[in-house]
């Protein structure tokens, strides 16, 4: 049906009224599977803002939701994920070992299977690494073109997406056949108070009789590595403390880290840092690493390149300190301290009390 719309508009662009009935019909006709991630028996934040983001879709949208992996921790997820949002009409299950990891490869066939059975209109998953991974490749099996990197929704199918590493705004239409598919980025989708709502939807469990030795793809699962840690998840923490090239050595990383504990906030690098050897490239935050949107974001000793400012510049607050005056972070910096940041860095230990 939306596909045949989609003609009628083109045919008739020039009349007002054909617009109008396109967008009241794509309104009529939407449905929207979530590919949501999960983690210790809930769905991750990211995966709840991309349900904010099916709501901007439109307010009468048919929202499912999918899971996959095995053992208790799926069905304690399933169970959240009933309960996350009022739009939730379902929850899809694919409880099967073959999900258990984040491999782009049988997901991508779950995917295109729940496609080909529901009929969606939209598909959305966050853009996490896992789902960077996965869109593309359910895309080519689904022969459709995704939107990638959405931070606005004007109409279910006009969005806005930056380009030019975040230097622009580009406004998009997607006029391909169903399912529209897109990434968007969780920062710029707040789930709202609306999450609170006790209404509790269906958990379906999905057929998963396309799975074969074939659909398993060639990669195969071999360990993940992670710090253990206190500190809150770089991606959604509220106070993020970055340190750039400028700290030097790994060693004055841990001065970042004592004031991270102070702070309650999480840390975070530059790719110069990373490629340093400083700390590991999953802190790294920018353009090829994570977008983040803190209320507050203190920068030491970050130059301000471009690639770092798209993954960065639509937090609430940002505080620089650099030595050098003309360093371009000044330039999206609300506060801005032109000093020595080991001097910064050393009254700051001092005055701030530990956090209880």
Same mark, same amino acid.
């Given at each position: 049906?939306?596909?045949?719309?989609?003609?009628?508009?083109?045919?008739?662009?020039?009349?007002?009224?054909?617009?109008?009935?396109?967008?009241?019909?794509? *309104?009529?006709?939407?449905?929207?599977?979530?590919?949501?991630? *999960?983690?210790?028996?809930?769905?991750?934040?990211?995966?709840?803002?991309?349900?904010?983001?099916?709501?901007?879709?439109?307010?009468?949208?048919?929202?499912?939701?999918? /899971?996959?992996?095995?053992?208790?921790?799926?069905?304690?997820?399933? !169970? *959240?994920?009933?309960?996350? *949002?009022?739009?939730?009409?379902?929850?899809?299950?694919?409880?099967?070992?073959?999900?258990?990891?984040?491999?782009?490869?049988?997901?991508?066939? /779950?995917?295109?299977?729940?496609?080909?059975?529901?009929?969606?209109?939209?598909?959305?998953?966050?853009?996490?690494?896992?789902?960077?991974?996965?869109?593309?490749?359910?895309?080519?099996?689904?022969?459709?073109?995704?939107?990638?990197?959405?931070?606005?929704?004007?109409?279910?199918?006009?969005?806005?997406?930056?380009?030019?590493?975040?230097?622009?705004?580009?406004?998009?239409?997607?006029?391909?056949?169903?399912?529209?598919?897109?990434? $968007?980025?969780?920062?710029?989708?707040?789930?709202? #108070?609306?999450?609170?709502?006790?209404?509790?939807?269906?958990?379906?469990?999905?057929?998963?009789?396309?799975?074969?030795?074939?659909?398993?793809?060639?990669?195969?699962?071999?360990?993940?590595?992670?710090?253990?840690? !206190?500190?809150?998840?770089?991606?959604?923490?509220?106070?993020?403390?970055?340190?750039?090239?400028?700290?030097?050595?790994?060693?004055?990383?841990?001065?970042?880290?004592?004031?991270?504990?102070?702070?309650?906030?999480?840390?975070?690098?530059?790719?110069?840092?990373?490629?340093?050897?400083?700390?590991?490239?999953?802190?790294?935050?920018?353009?090829?690493?994570? @977008?983040?949107?803190?209320?507050?974001?203190?920068?030491?000793?970050?130059?301000?390149? $471009?690639?770092?400012?798209?993954?960065?510049? #639509?937090?609430?607050? @940002?505080?620089?300190?650099?030595?050098?005056?003309?360093?371009? $972070?000044?330039?999206?910096?609300?506060?801005?301290?032109?000093?020595?940041?080991?001097?910064?860095? #050393? !009254?700051?230990?001092?005055?701030?009390?530990?956090?209880?």
């Amino acid at each position: 049906m939306a596909a045949m719309v989609v003609g009628t508009l083109r045919r008739g662009s020039a009349t007002g009224g054909g617009s109008r009935f396109f967008a009241q019909s794509l *309104h009529r006709f939407v449905s929207t599977l979530v590919v949501a991630e *999960h983690e210790g028996g809930f769905v991750k934040p990211s995966s709840l803002s991309a349900l904010a983001a099916a709501e901007a879709i439109g307010k009468e949208n048919r929202v499912s939701l999918l /899971l996959g992996g095995s053992g208790p921790a799926l069905h304690k997820a399933a !169970e *959240h994920a009933a309960s996350s *949002h009022p739009l939730v009409s379902e929850v899809l299950v694919a409880d099967s070992d073959a999900f258990a990891h984040p491999l782009a490869e049988p997901w991508a066939e /779950l995917l295109r299977s729940v496609q080909q059975r529901g009929g969606y209109s939209h598909v959305i998953a966050s853009s996490t690494s896992f789902g960077k991974n996965l869109l593309p490749r359910a895309a080519a099996l689904l022969d459709v073109s995704p939107v990638t990197d959405v931070t606005s929704i004007s109409e279910p199918r006009v969005f806005v997406r930056p380009i030019y590493a975040g230097n622009a705004l580009c406004t998009v239409r997607y006029t391909g056949e169903d399912p529209c598919m897109m990434s $968007i980025r969780s920062t710029s989708f707040s789930p709202t #108070d609306a999450m609170l709502e006790t209404k509790v939807a269906p958990i379906t469990q999905v057929d998963l009789s396309f799975l074969s030795e074939g659909s398993l793809g060639k990669s195969a699962w071999v360990n993940l590595k992670s710090q253990d840690t !206190e500190r809150p998840d770089l991606a959604n923490a509220p106070v993020v403390v970055t340190g750039g090239r400028g700290l030097k050595s790994a060693d004055n990383f841990k001065l970042l880290e004592q004031l991270a504990e102070k702070l309650g906030a999480a840390v975070g690098a530059t790719r110069a840092a990373v490629d340093a050897g400083f700390v590991p490239n999953e802190l790294q935050v920018g353009q090829t690493g994570k @977008i983040v949107a803190p209320e507050l974001y203190m920068a030491f000793g970050v130059s301000g390149a $471009i690639q770092h400012l798209a993954g960065m510049r #639509d937090s609430k607050v @940002i505080v620089a300190v650099n030595k050098d005056a003309d360093a371009p $972070i000044f330039q999206v910096a609300d506060y801005g301290i032109v000093a020595d940041l080991f001097e910064v860095l #050393d !009254e700051l230990l001092k005055k701030l009390p530990d956090k209880k």
